[in-house]
């Protein structure tokens, strides 16, 4: 593995999973294979389990890292290119990406879409750049589009938990007071059909997913509908891709609470986090021993650590 910035540079997503799990029986077993690399990570957005997940992976692994916040703490970048800089950016991506390149070993980055020109997001304008400028290798920390390390956590925590060998998954949208970017629900559209899973979308009208990510999934527009029978609730907020950025319902029956989760198959309740409670999914669902969001968020470890270790074996 080269990068890992999306799902085509997971050659087997199948050996992936059992590396990470293998990585949680025996986190030290590879524990000078990063000796003497760094690994530096950069955020233009903010982060909880990404940062400490990726951290806590690298450090696992023998490597030294670095971290820095963009948003609050570096120079607002300039993405365009040929432009007079005598605006309030003070310095290029070109200049940044390369200088944050010739300090590490690979990079990892989290650059969330704008949400304004579909275009540039579903081009990865600065994640492309990124890659280009850095010379290193790059790990994807959620970009506009997708965010990789968070669906392979994901089919590791289904893995753990399926009954069924091919059990059926509902990704259902769930109101949220902000827009947010389709990147977790691409990705974890993406994932798991290419894992060759039964994957339902539940989504009011308007806020269909690309099918470059979601083709090969049902797609339905009532809420209960995706329900029967599930045996996993993935729940995620995110804006209208038809409608770029835009919010079209704040219907509250979109919620995941008790009343749906009868019509499931005993349903295991997932979500990336963080998570509004009381508003993308109920207390009792949340708090039922039926809910994985700790495991996933603690799983966020061995993905990254099966990812560093890949990217490790190629330097
Ligand atoms: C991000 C998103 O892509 O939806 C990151 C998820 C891992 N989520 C948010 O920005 C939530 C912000 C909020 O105000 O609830």
Redesign the pocket.
Known sequence: MNNFVDVNDADNIEALIEHALLLKKSPYDFENLGKRKTIGLIFM???L??RLSTQKAAINLGMNVMMMNFSGEGWALETEQGVIMNGDKPEHIKEAAAVVGSYCDIVAIRT??GLKDKDDDYNELILRQFIRYCGKPIINM?SATV?PL?SLTDLITIKENKEAKNPKILLTWAP???V?????ANSFAQWTLAAGYDLTIACPKGYELSTDFAKGAKVVHKPEEGYMDADFVYA???SSFVHYGKKLSEDKSWMVDAEKMKLTNNAKFMH?????RNVVVEDSVIDSVNSLVIQQASNRVWAAQAVLSKLLENL
């Open positions: 957005n903010p982060s389990r990404t969330f879409a959620e965010h968070q949220h007071p902000k947010l970017p389709q990147a977790v995620k907020n995110w990336c986090l963080p998570v509004r």
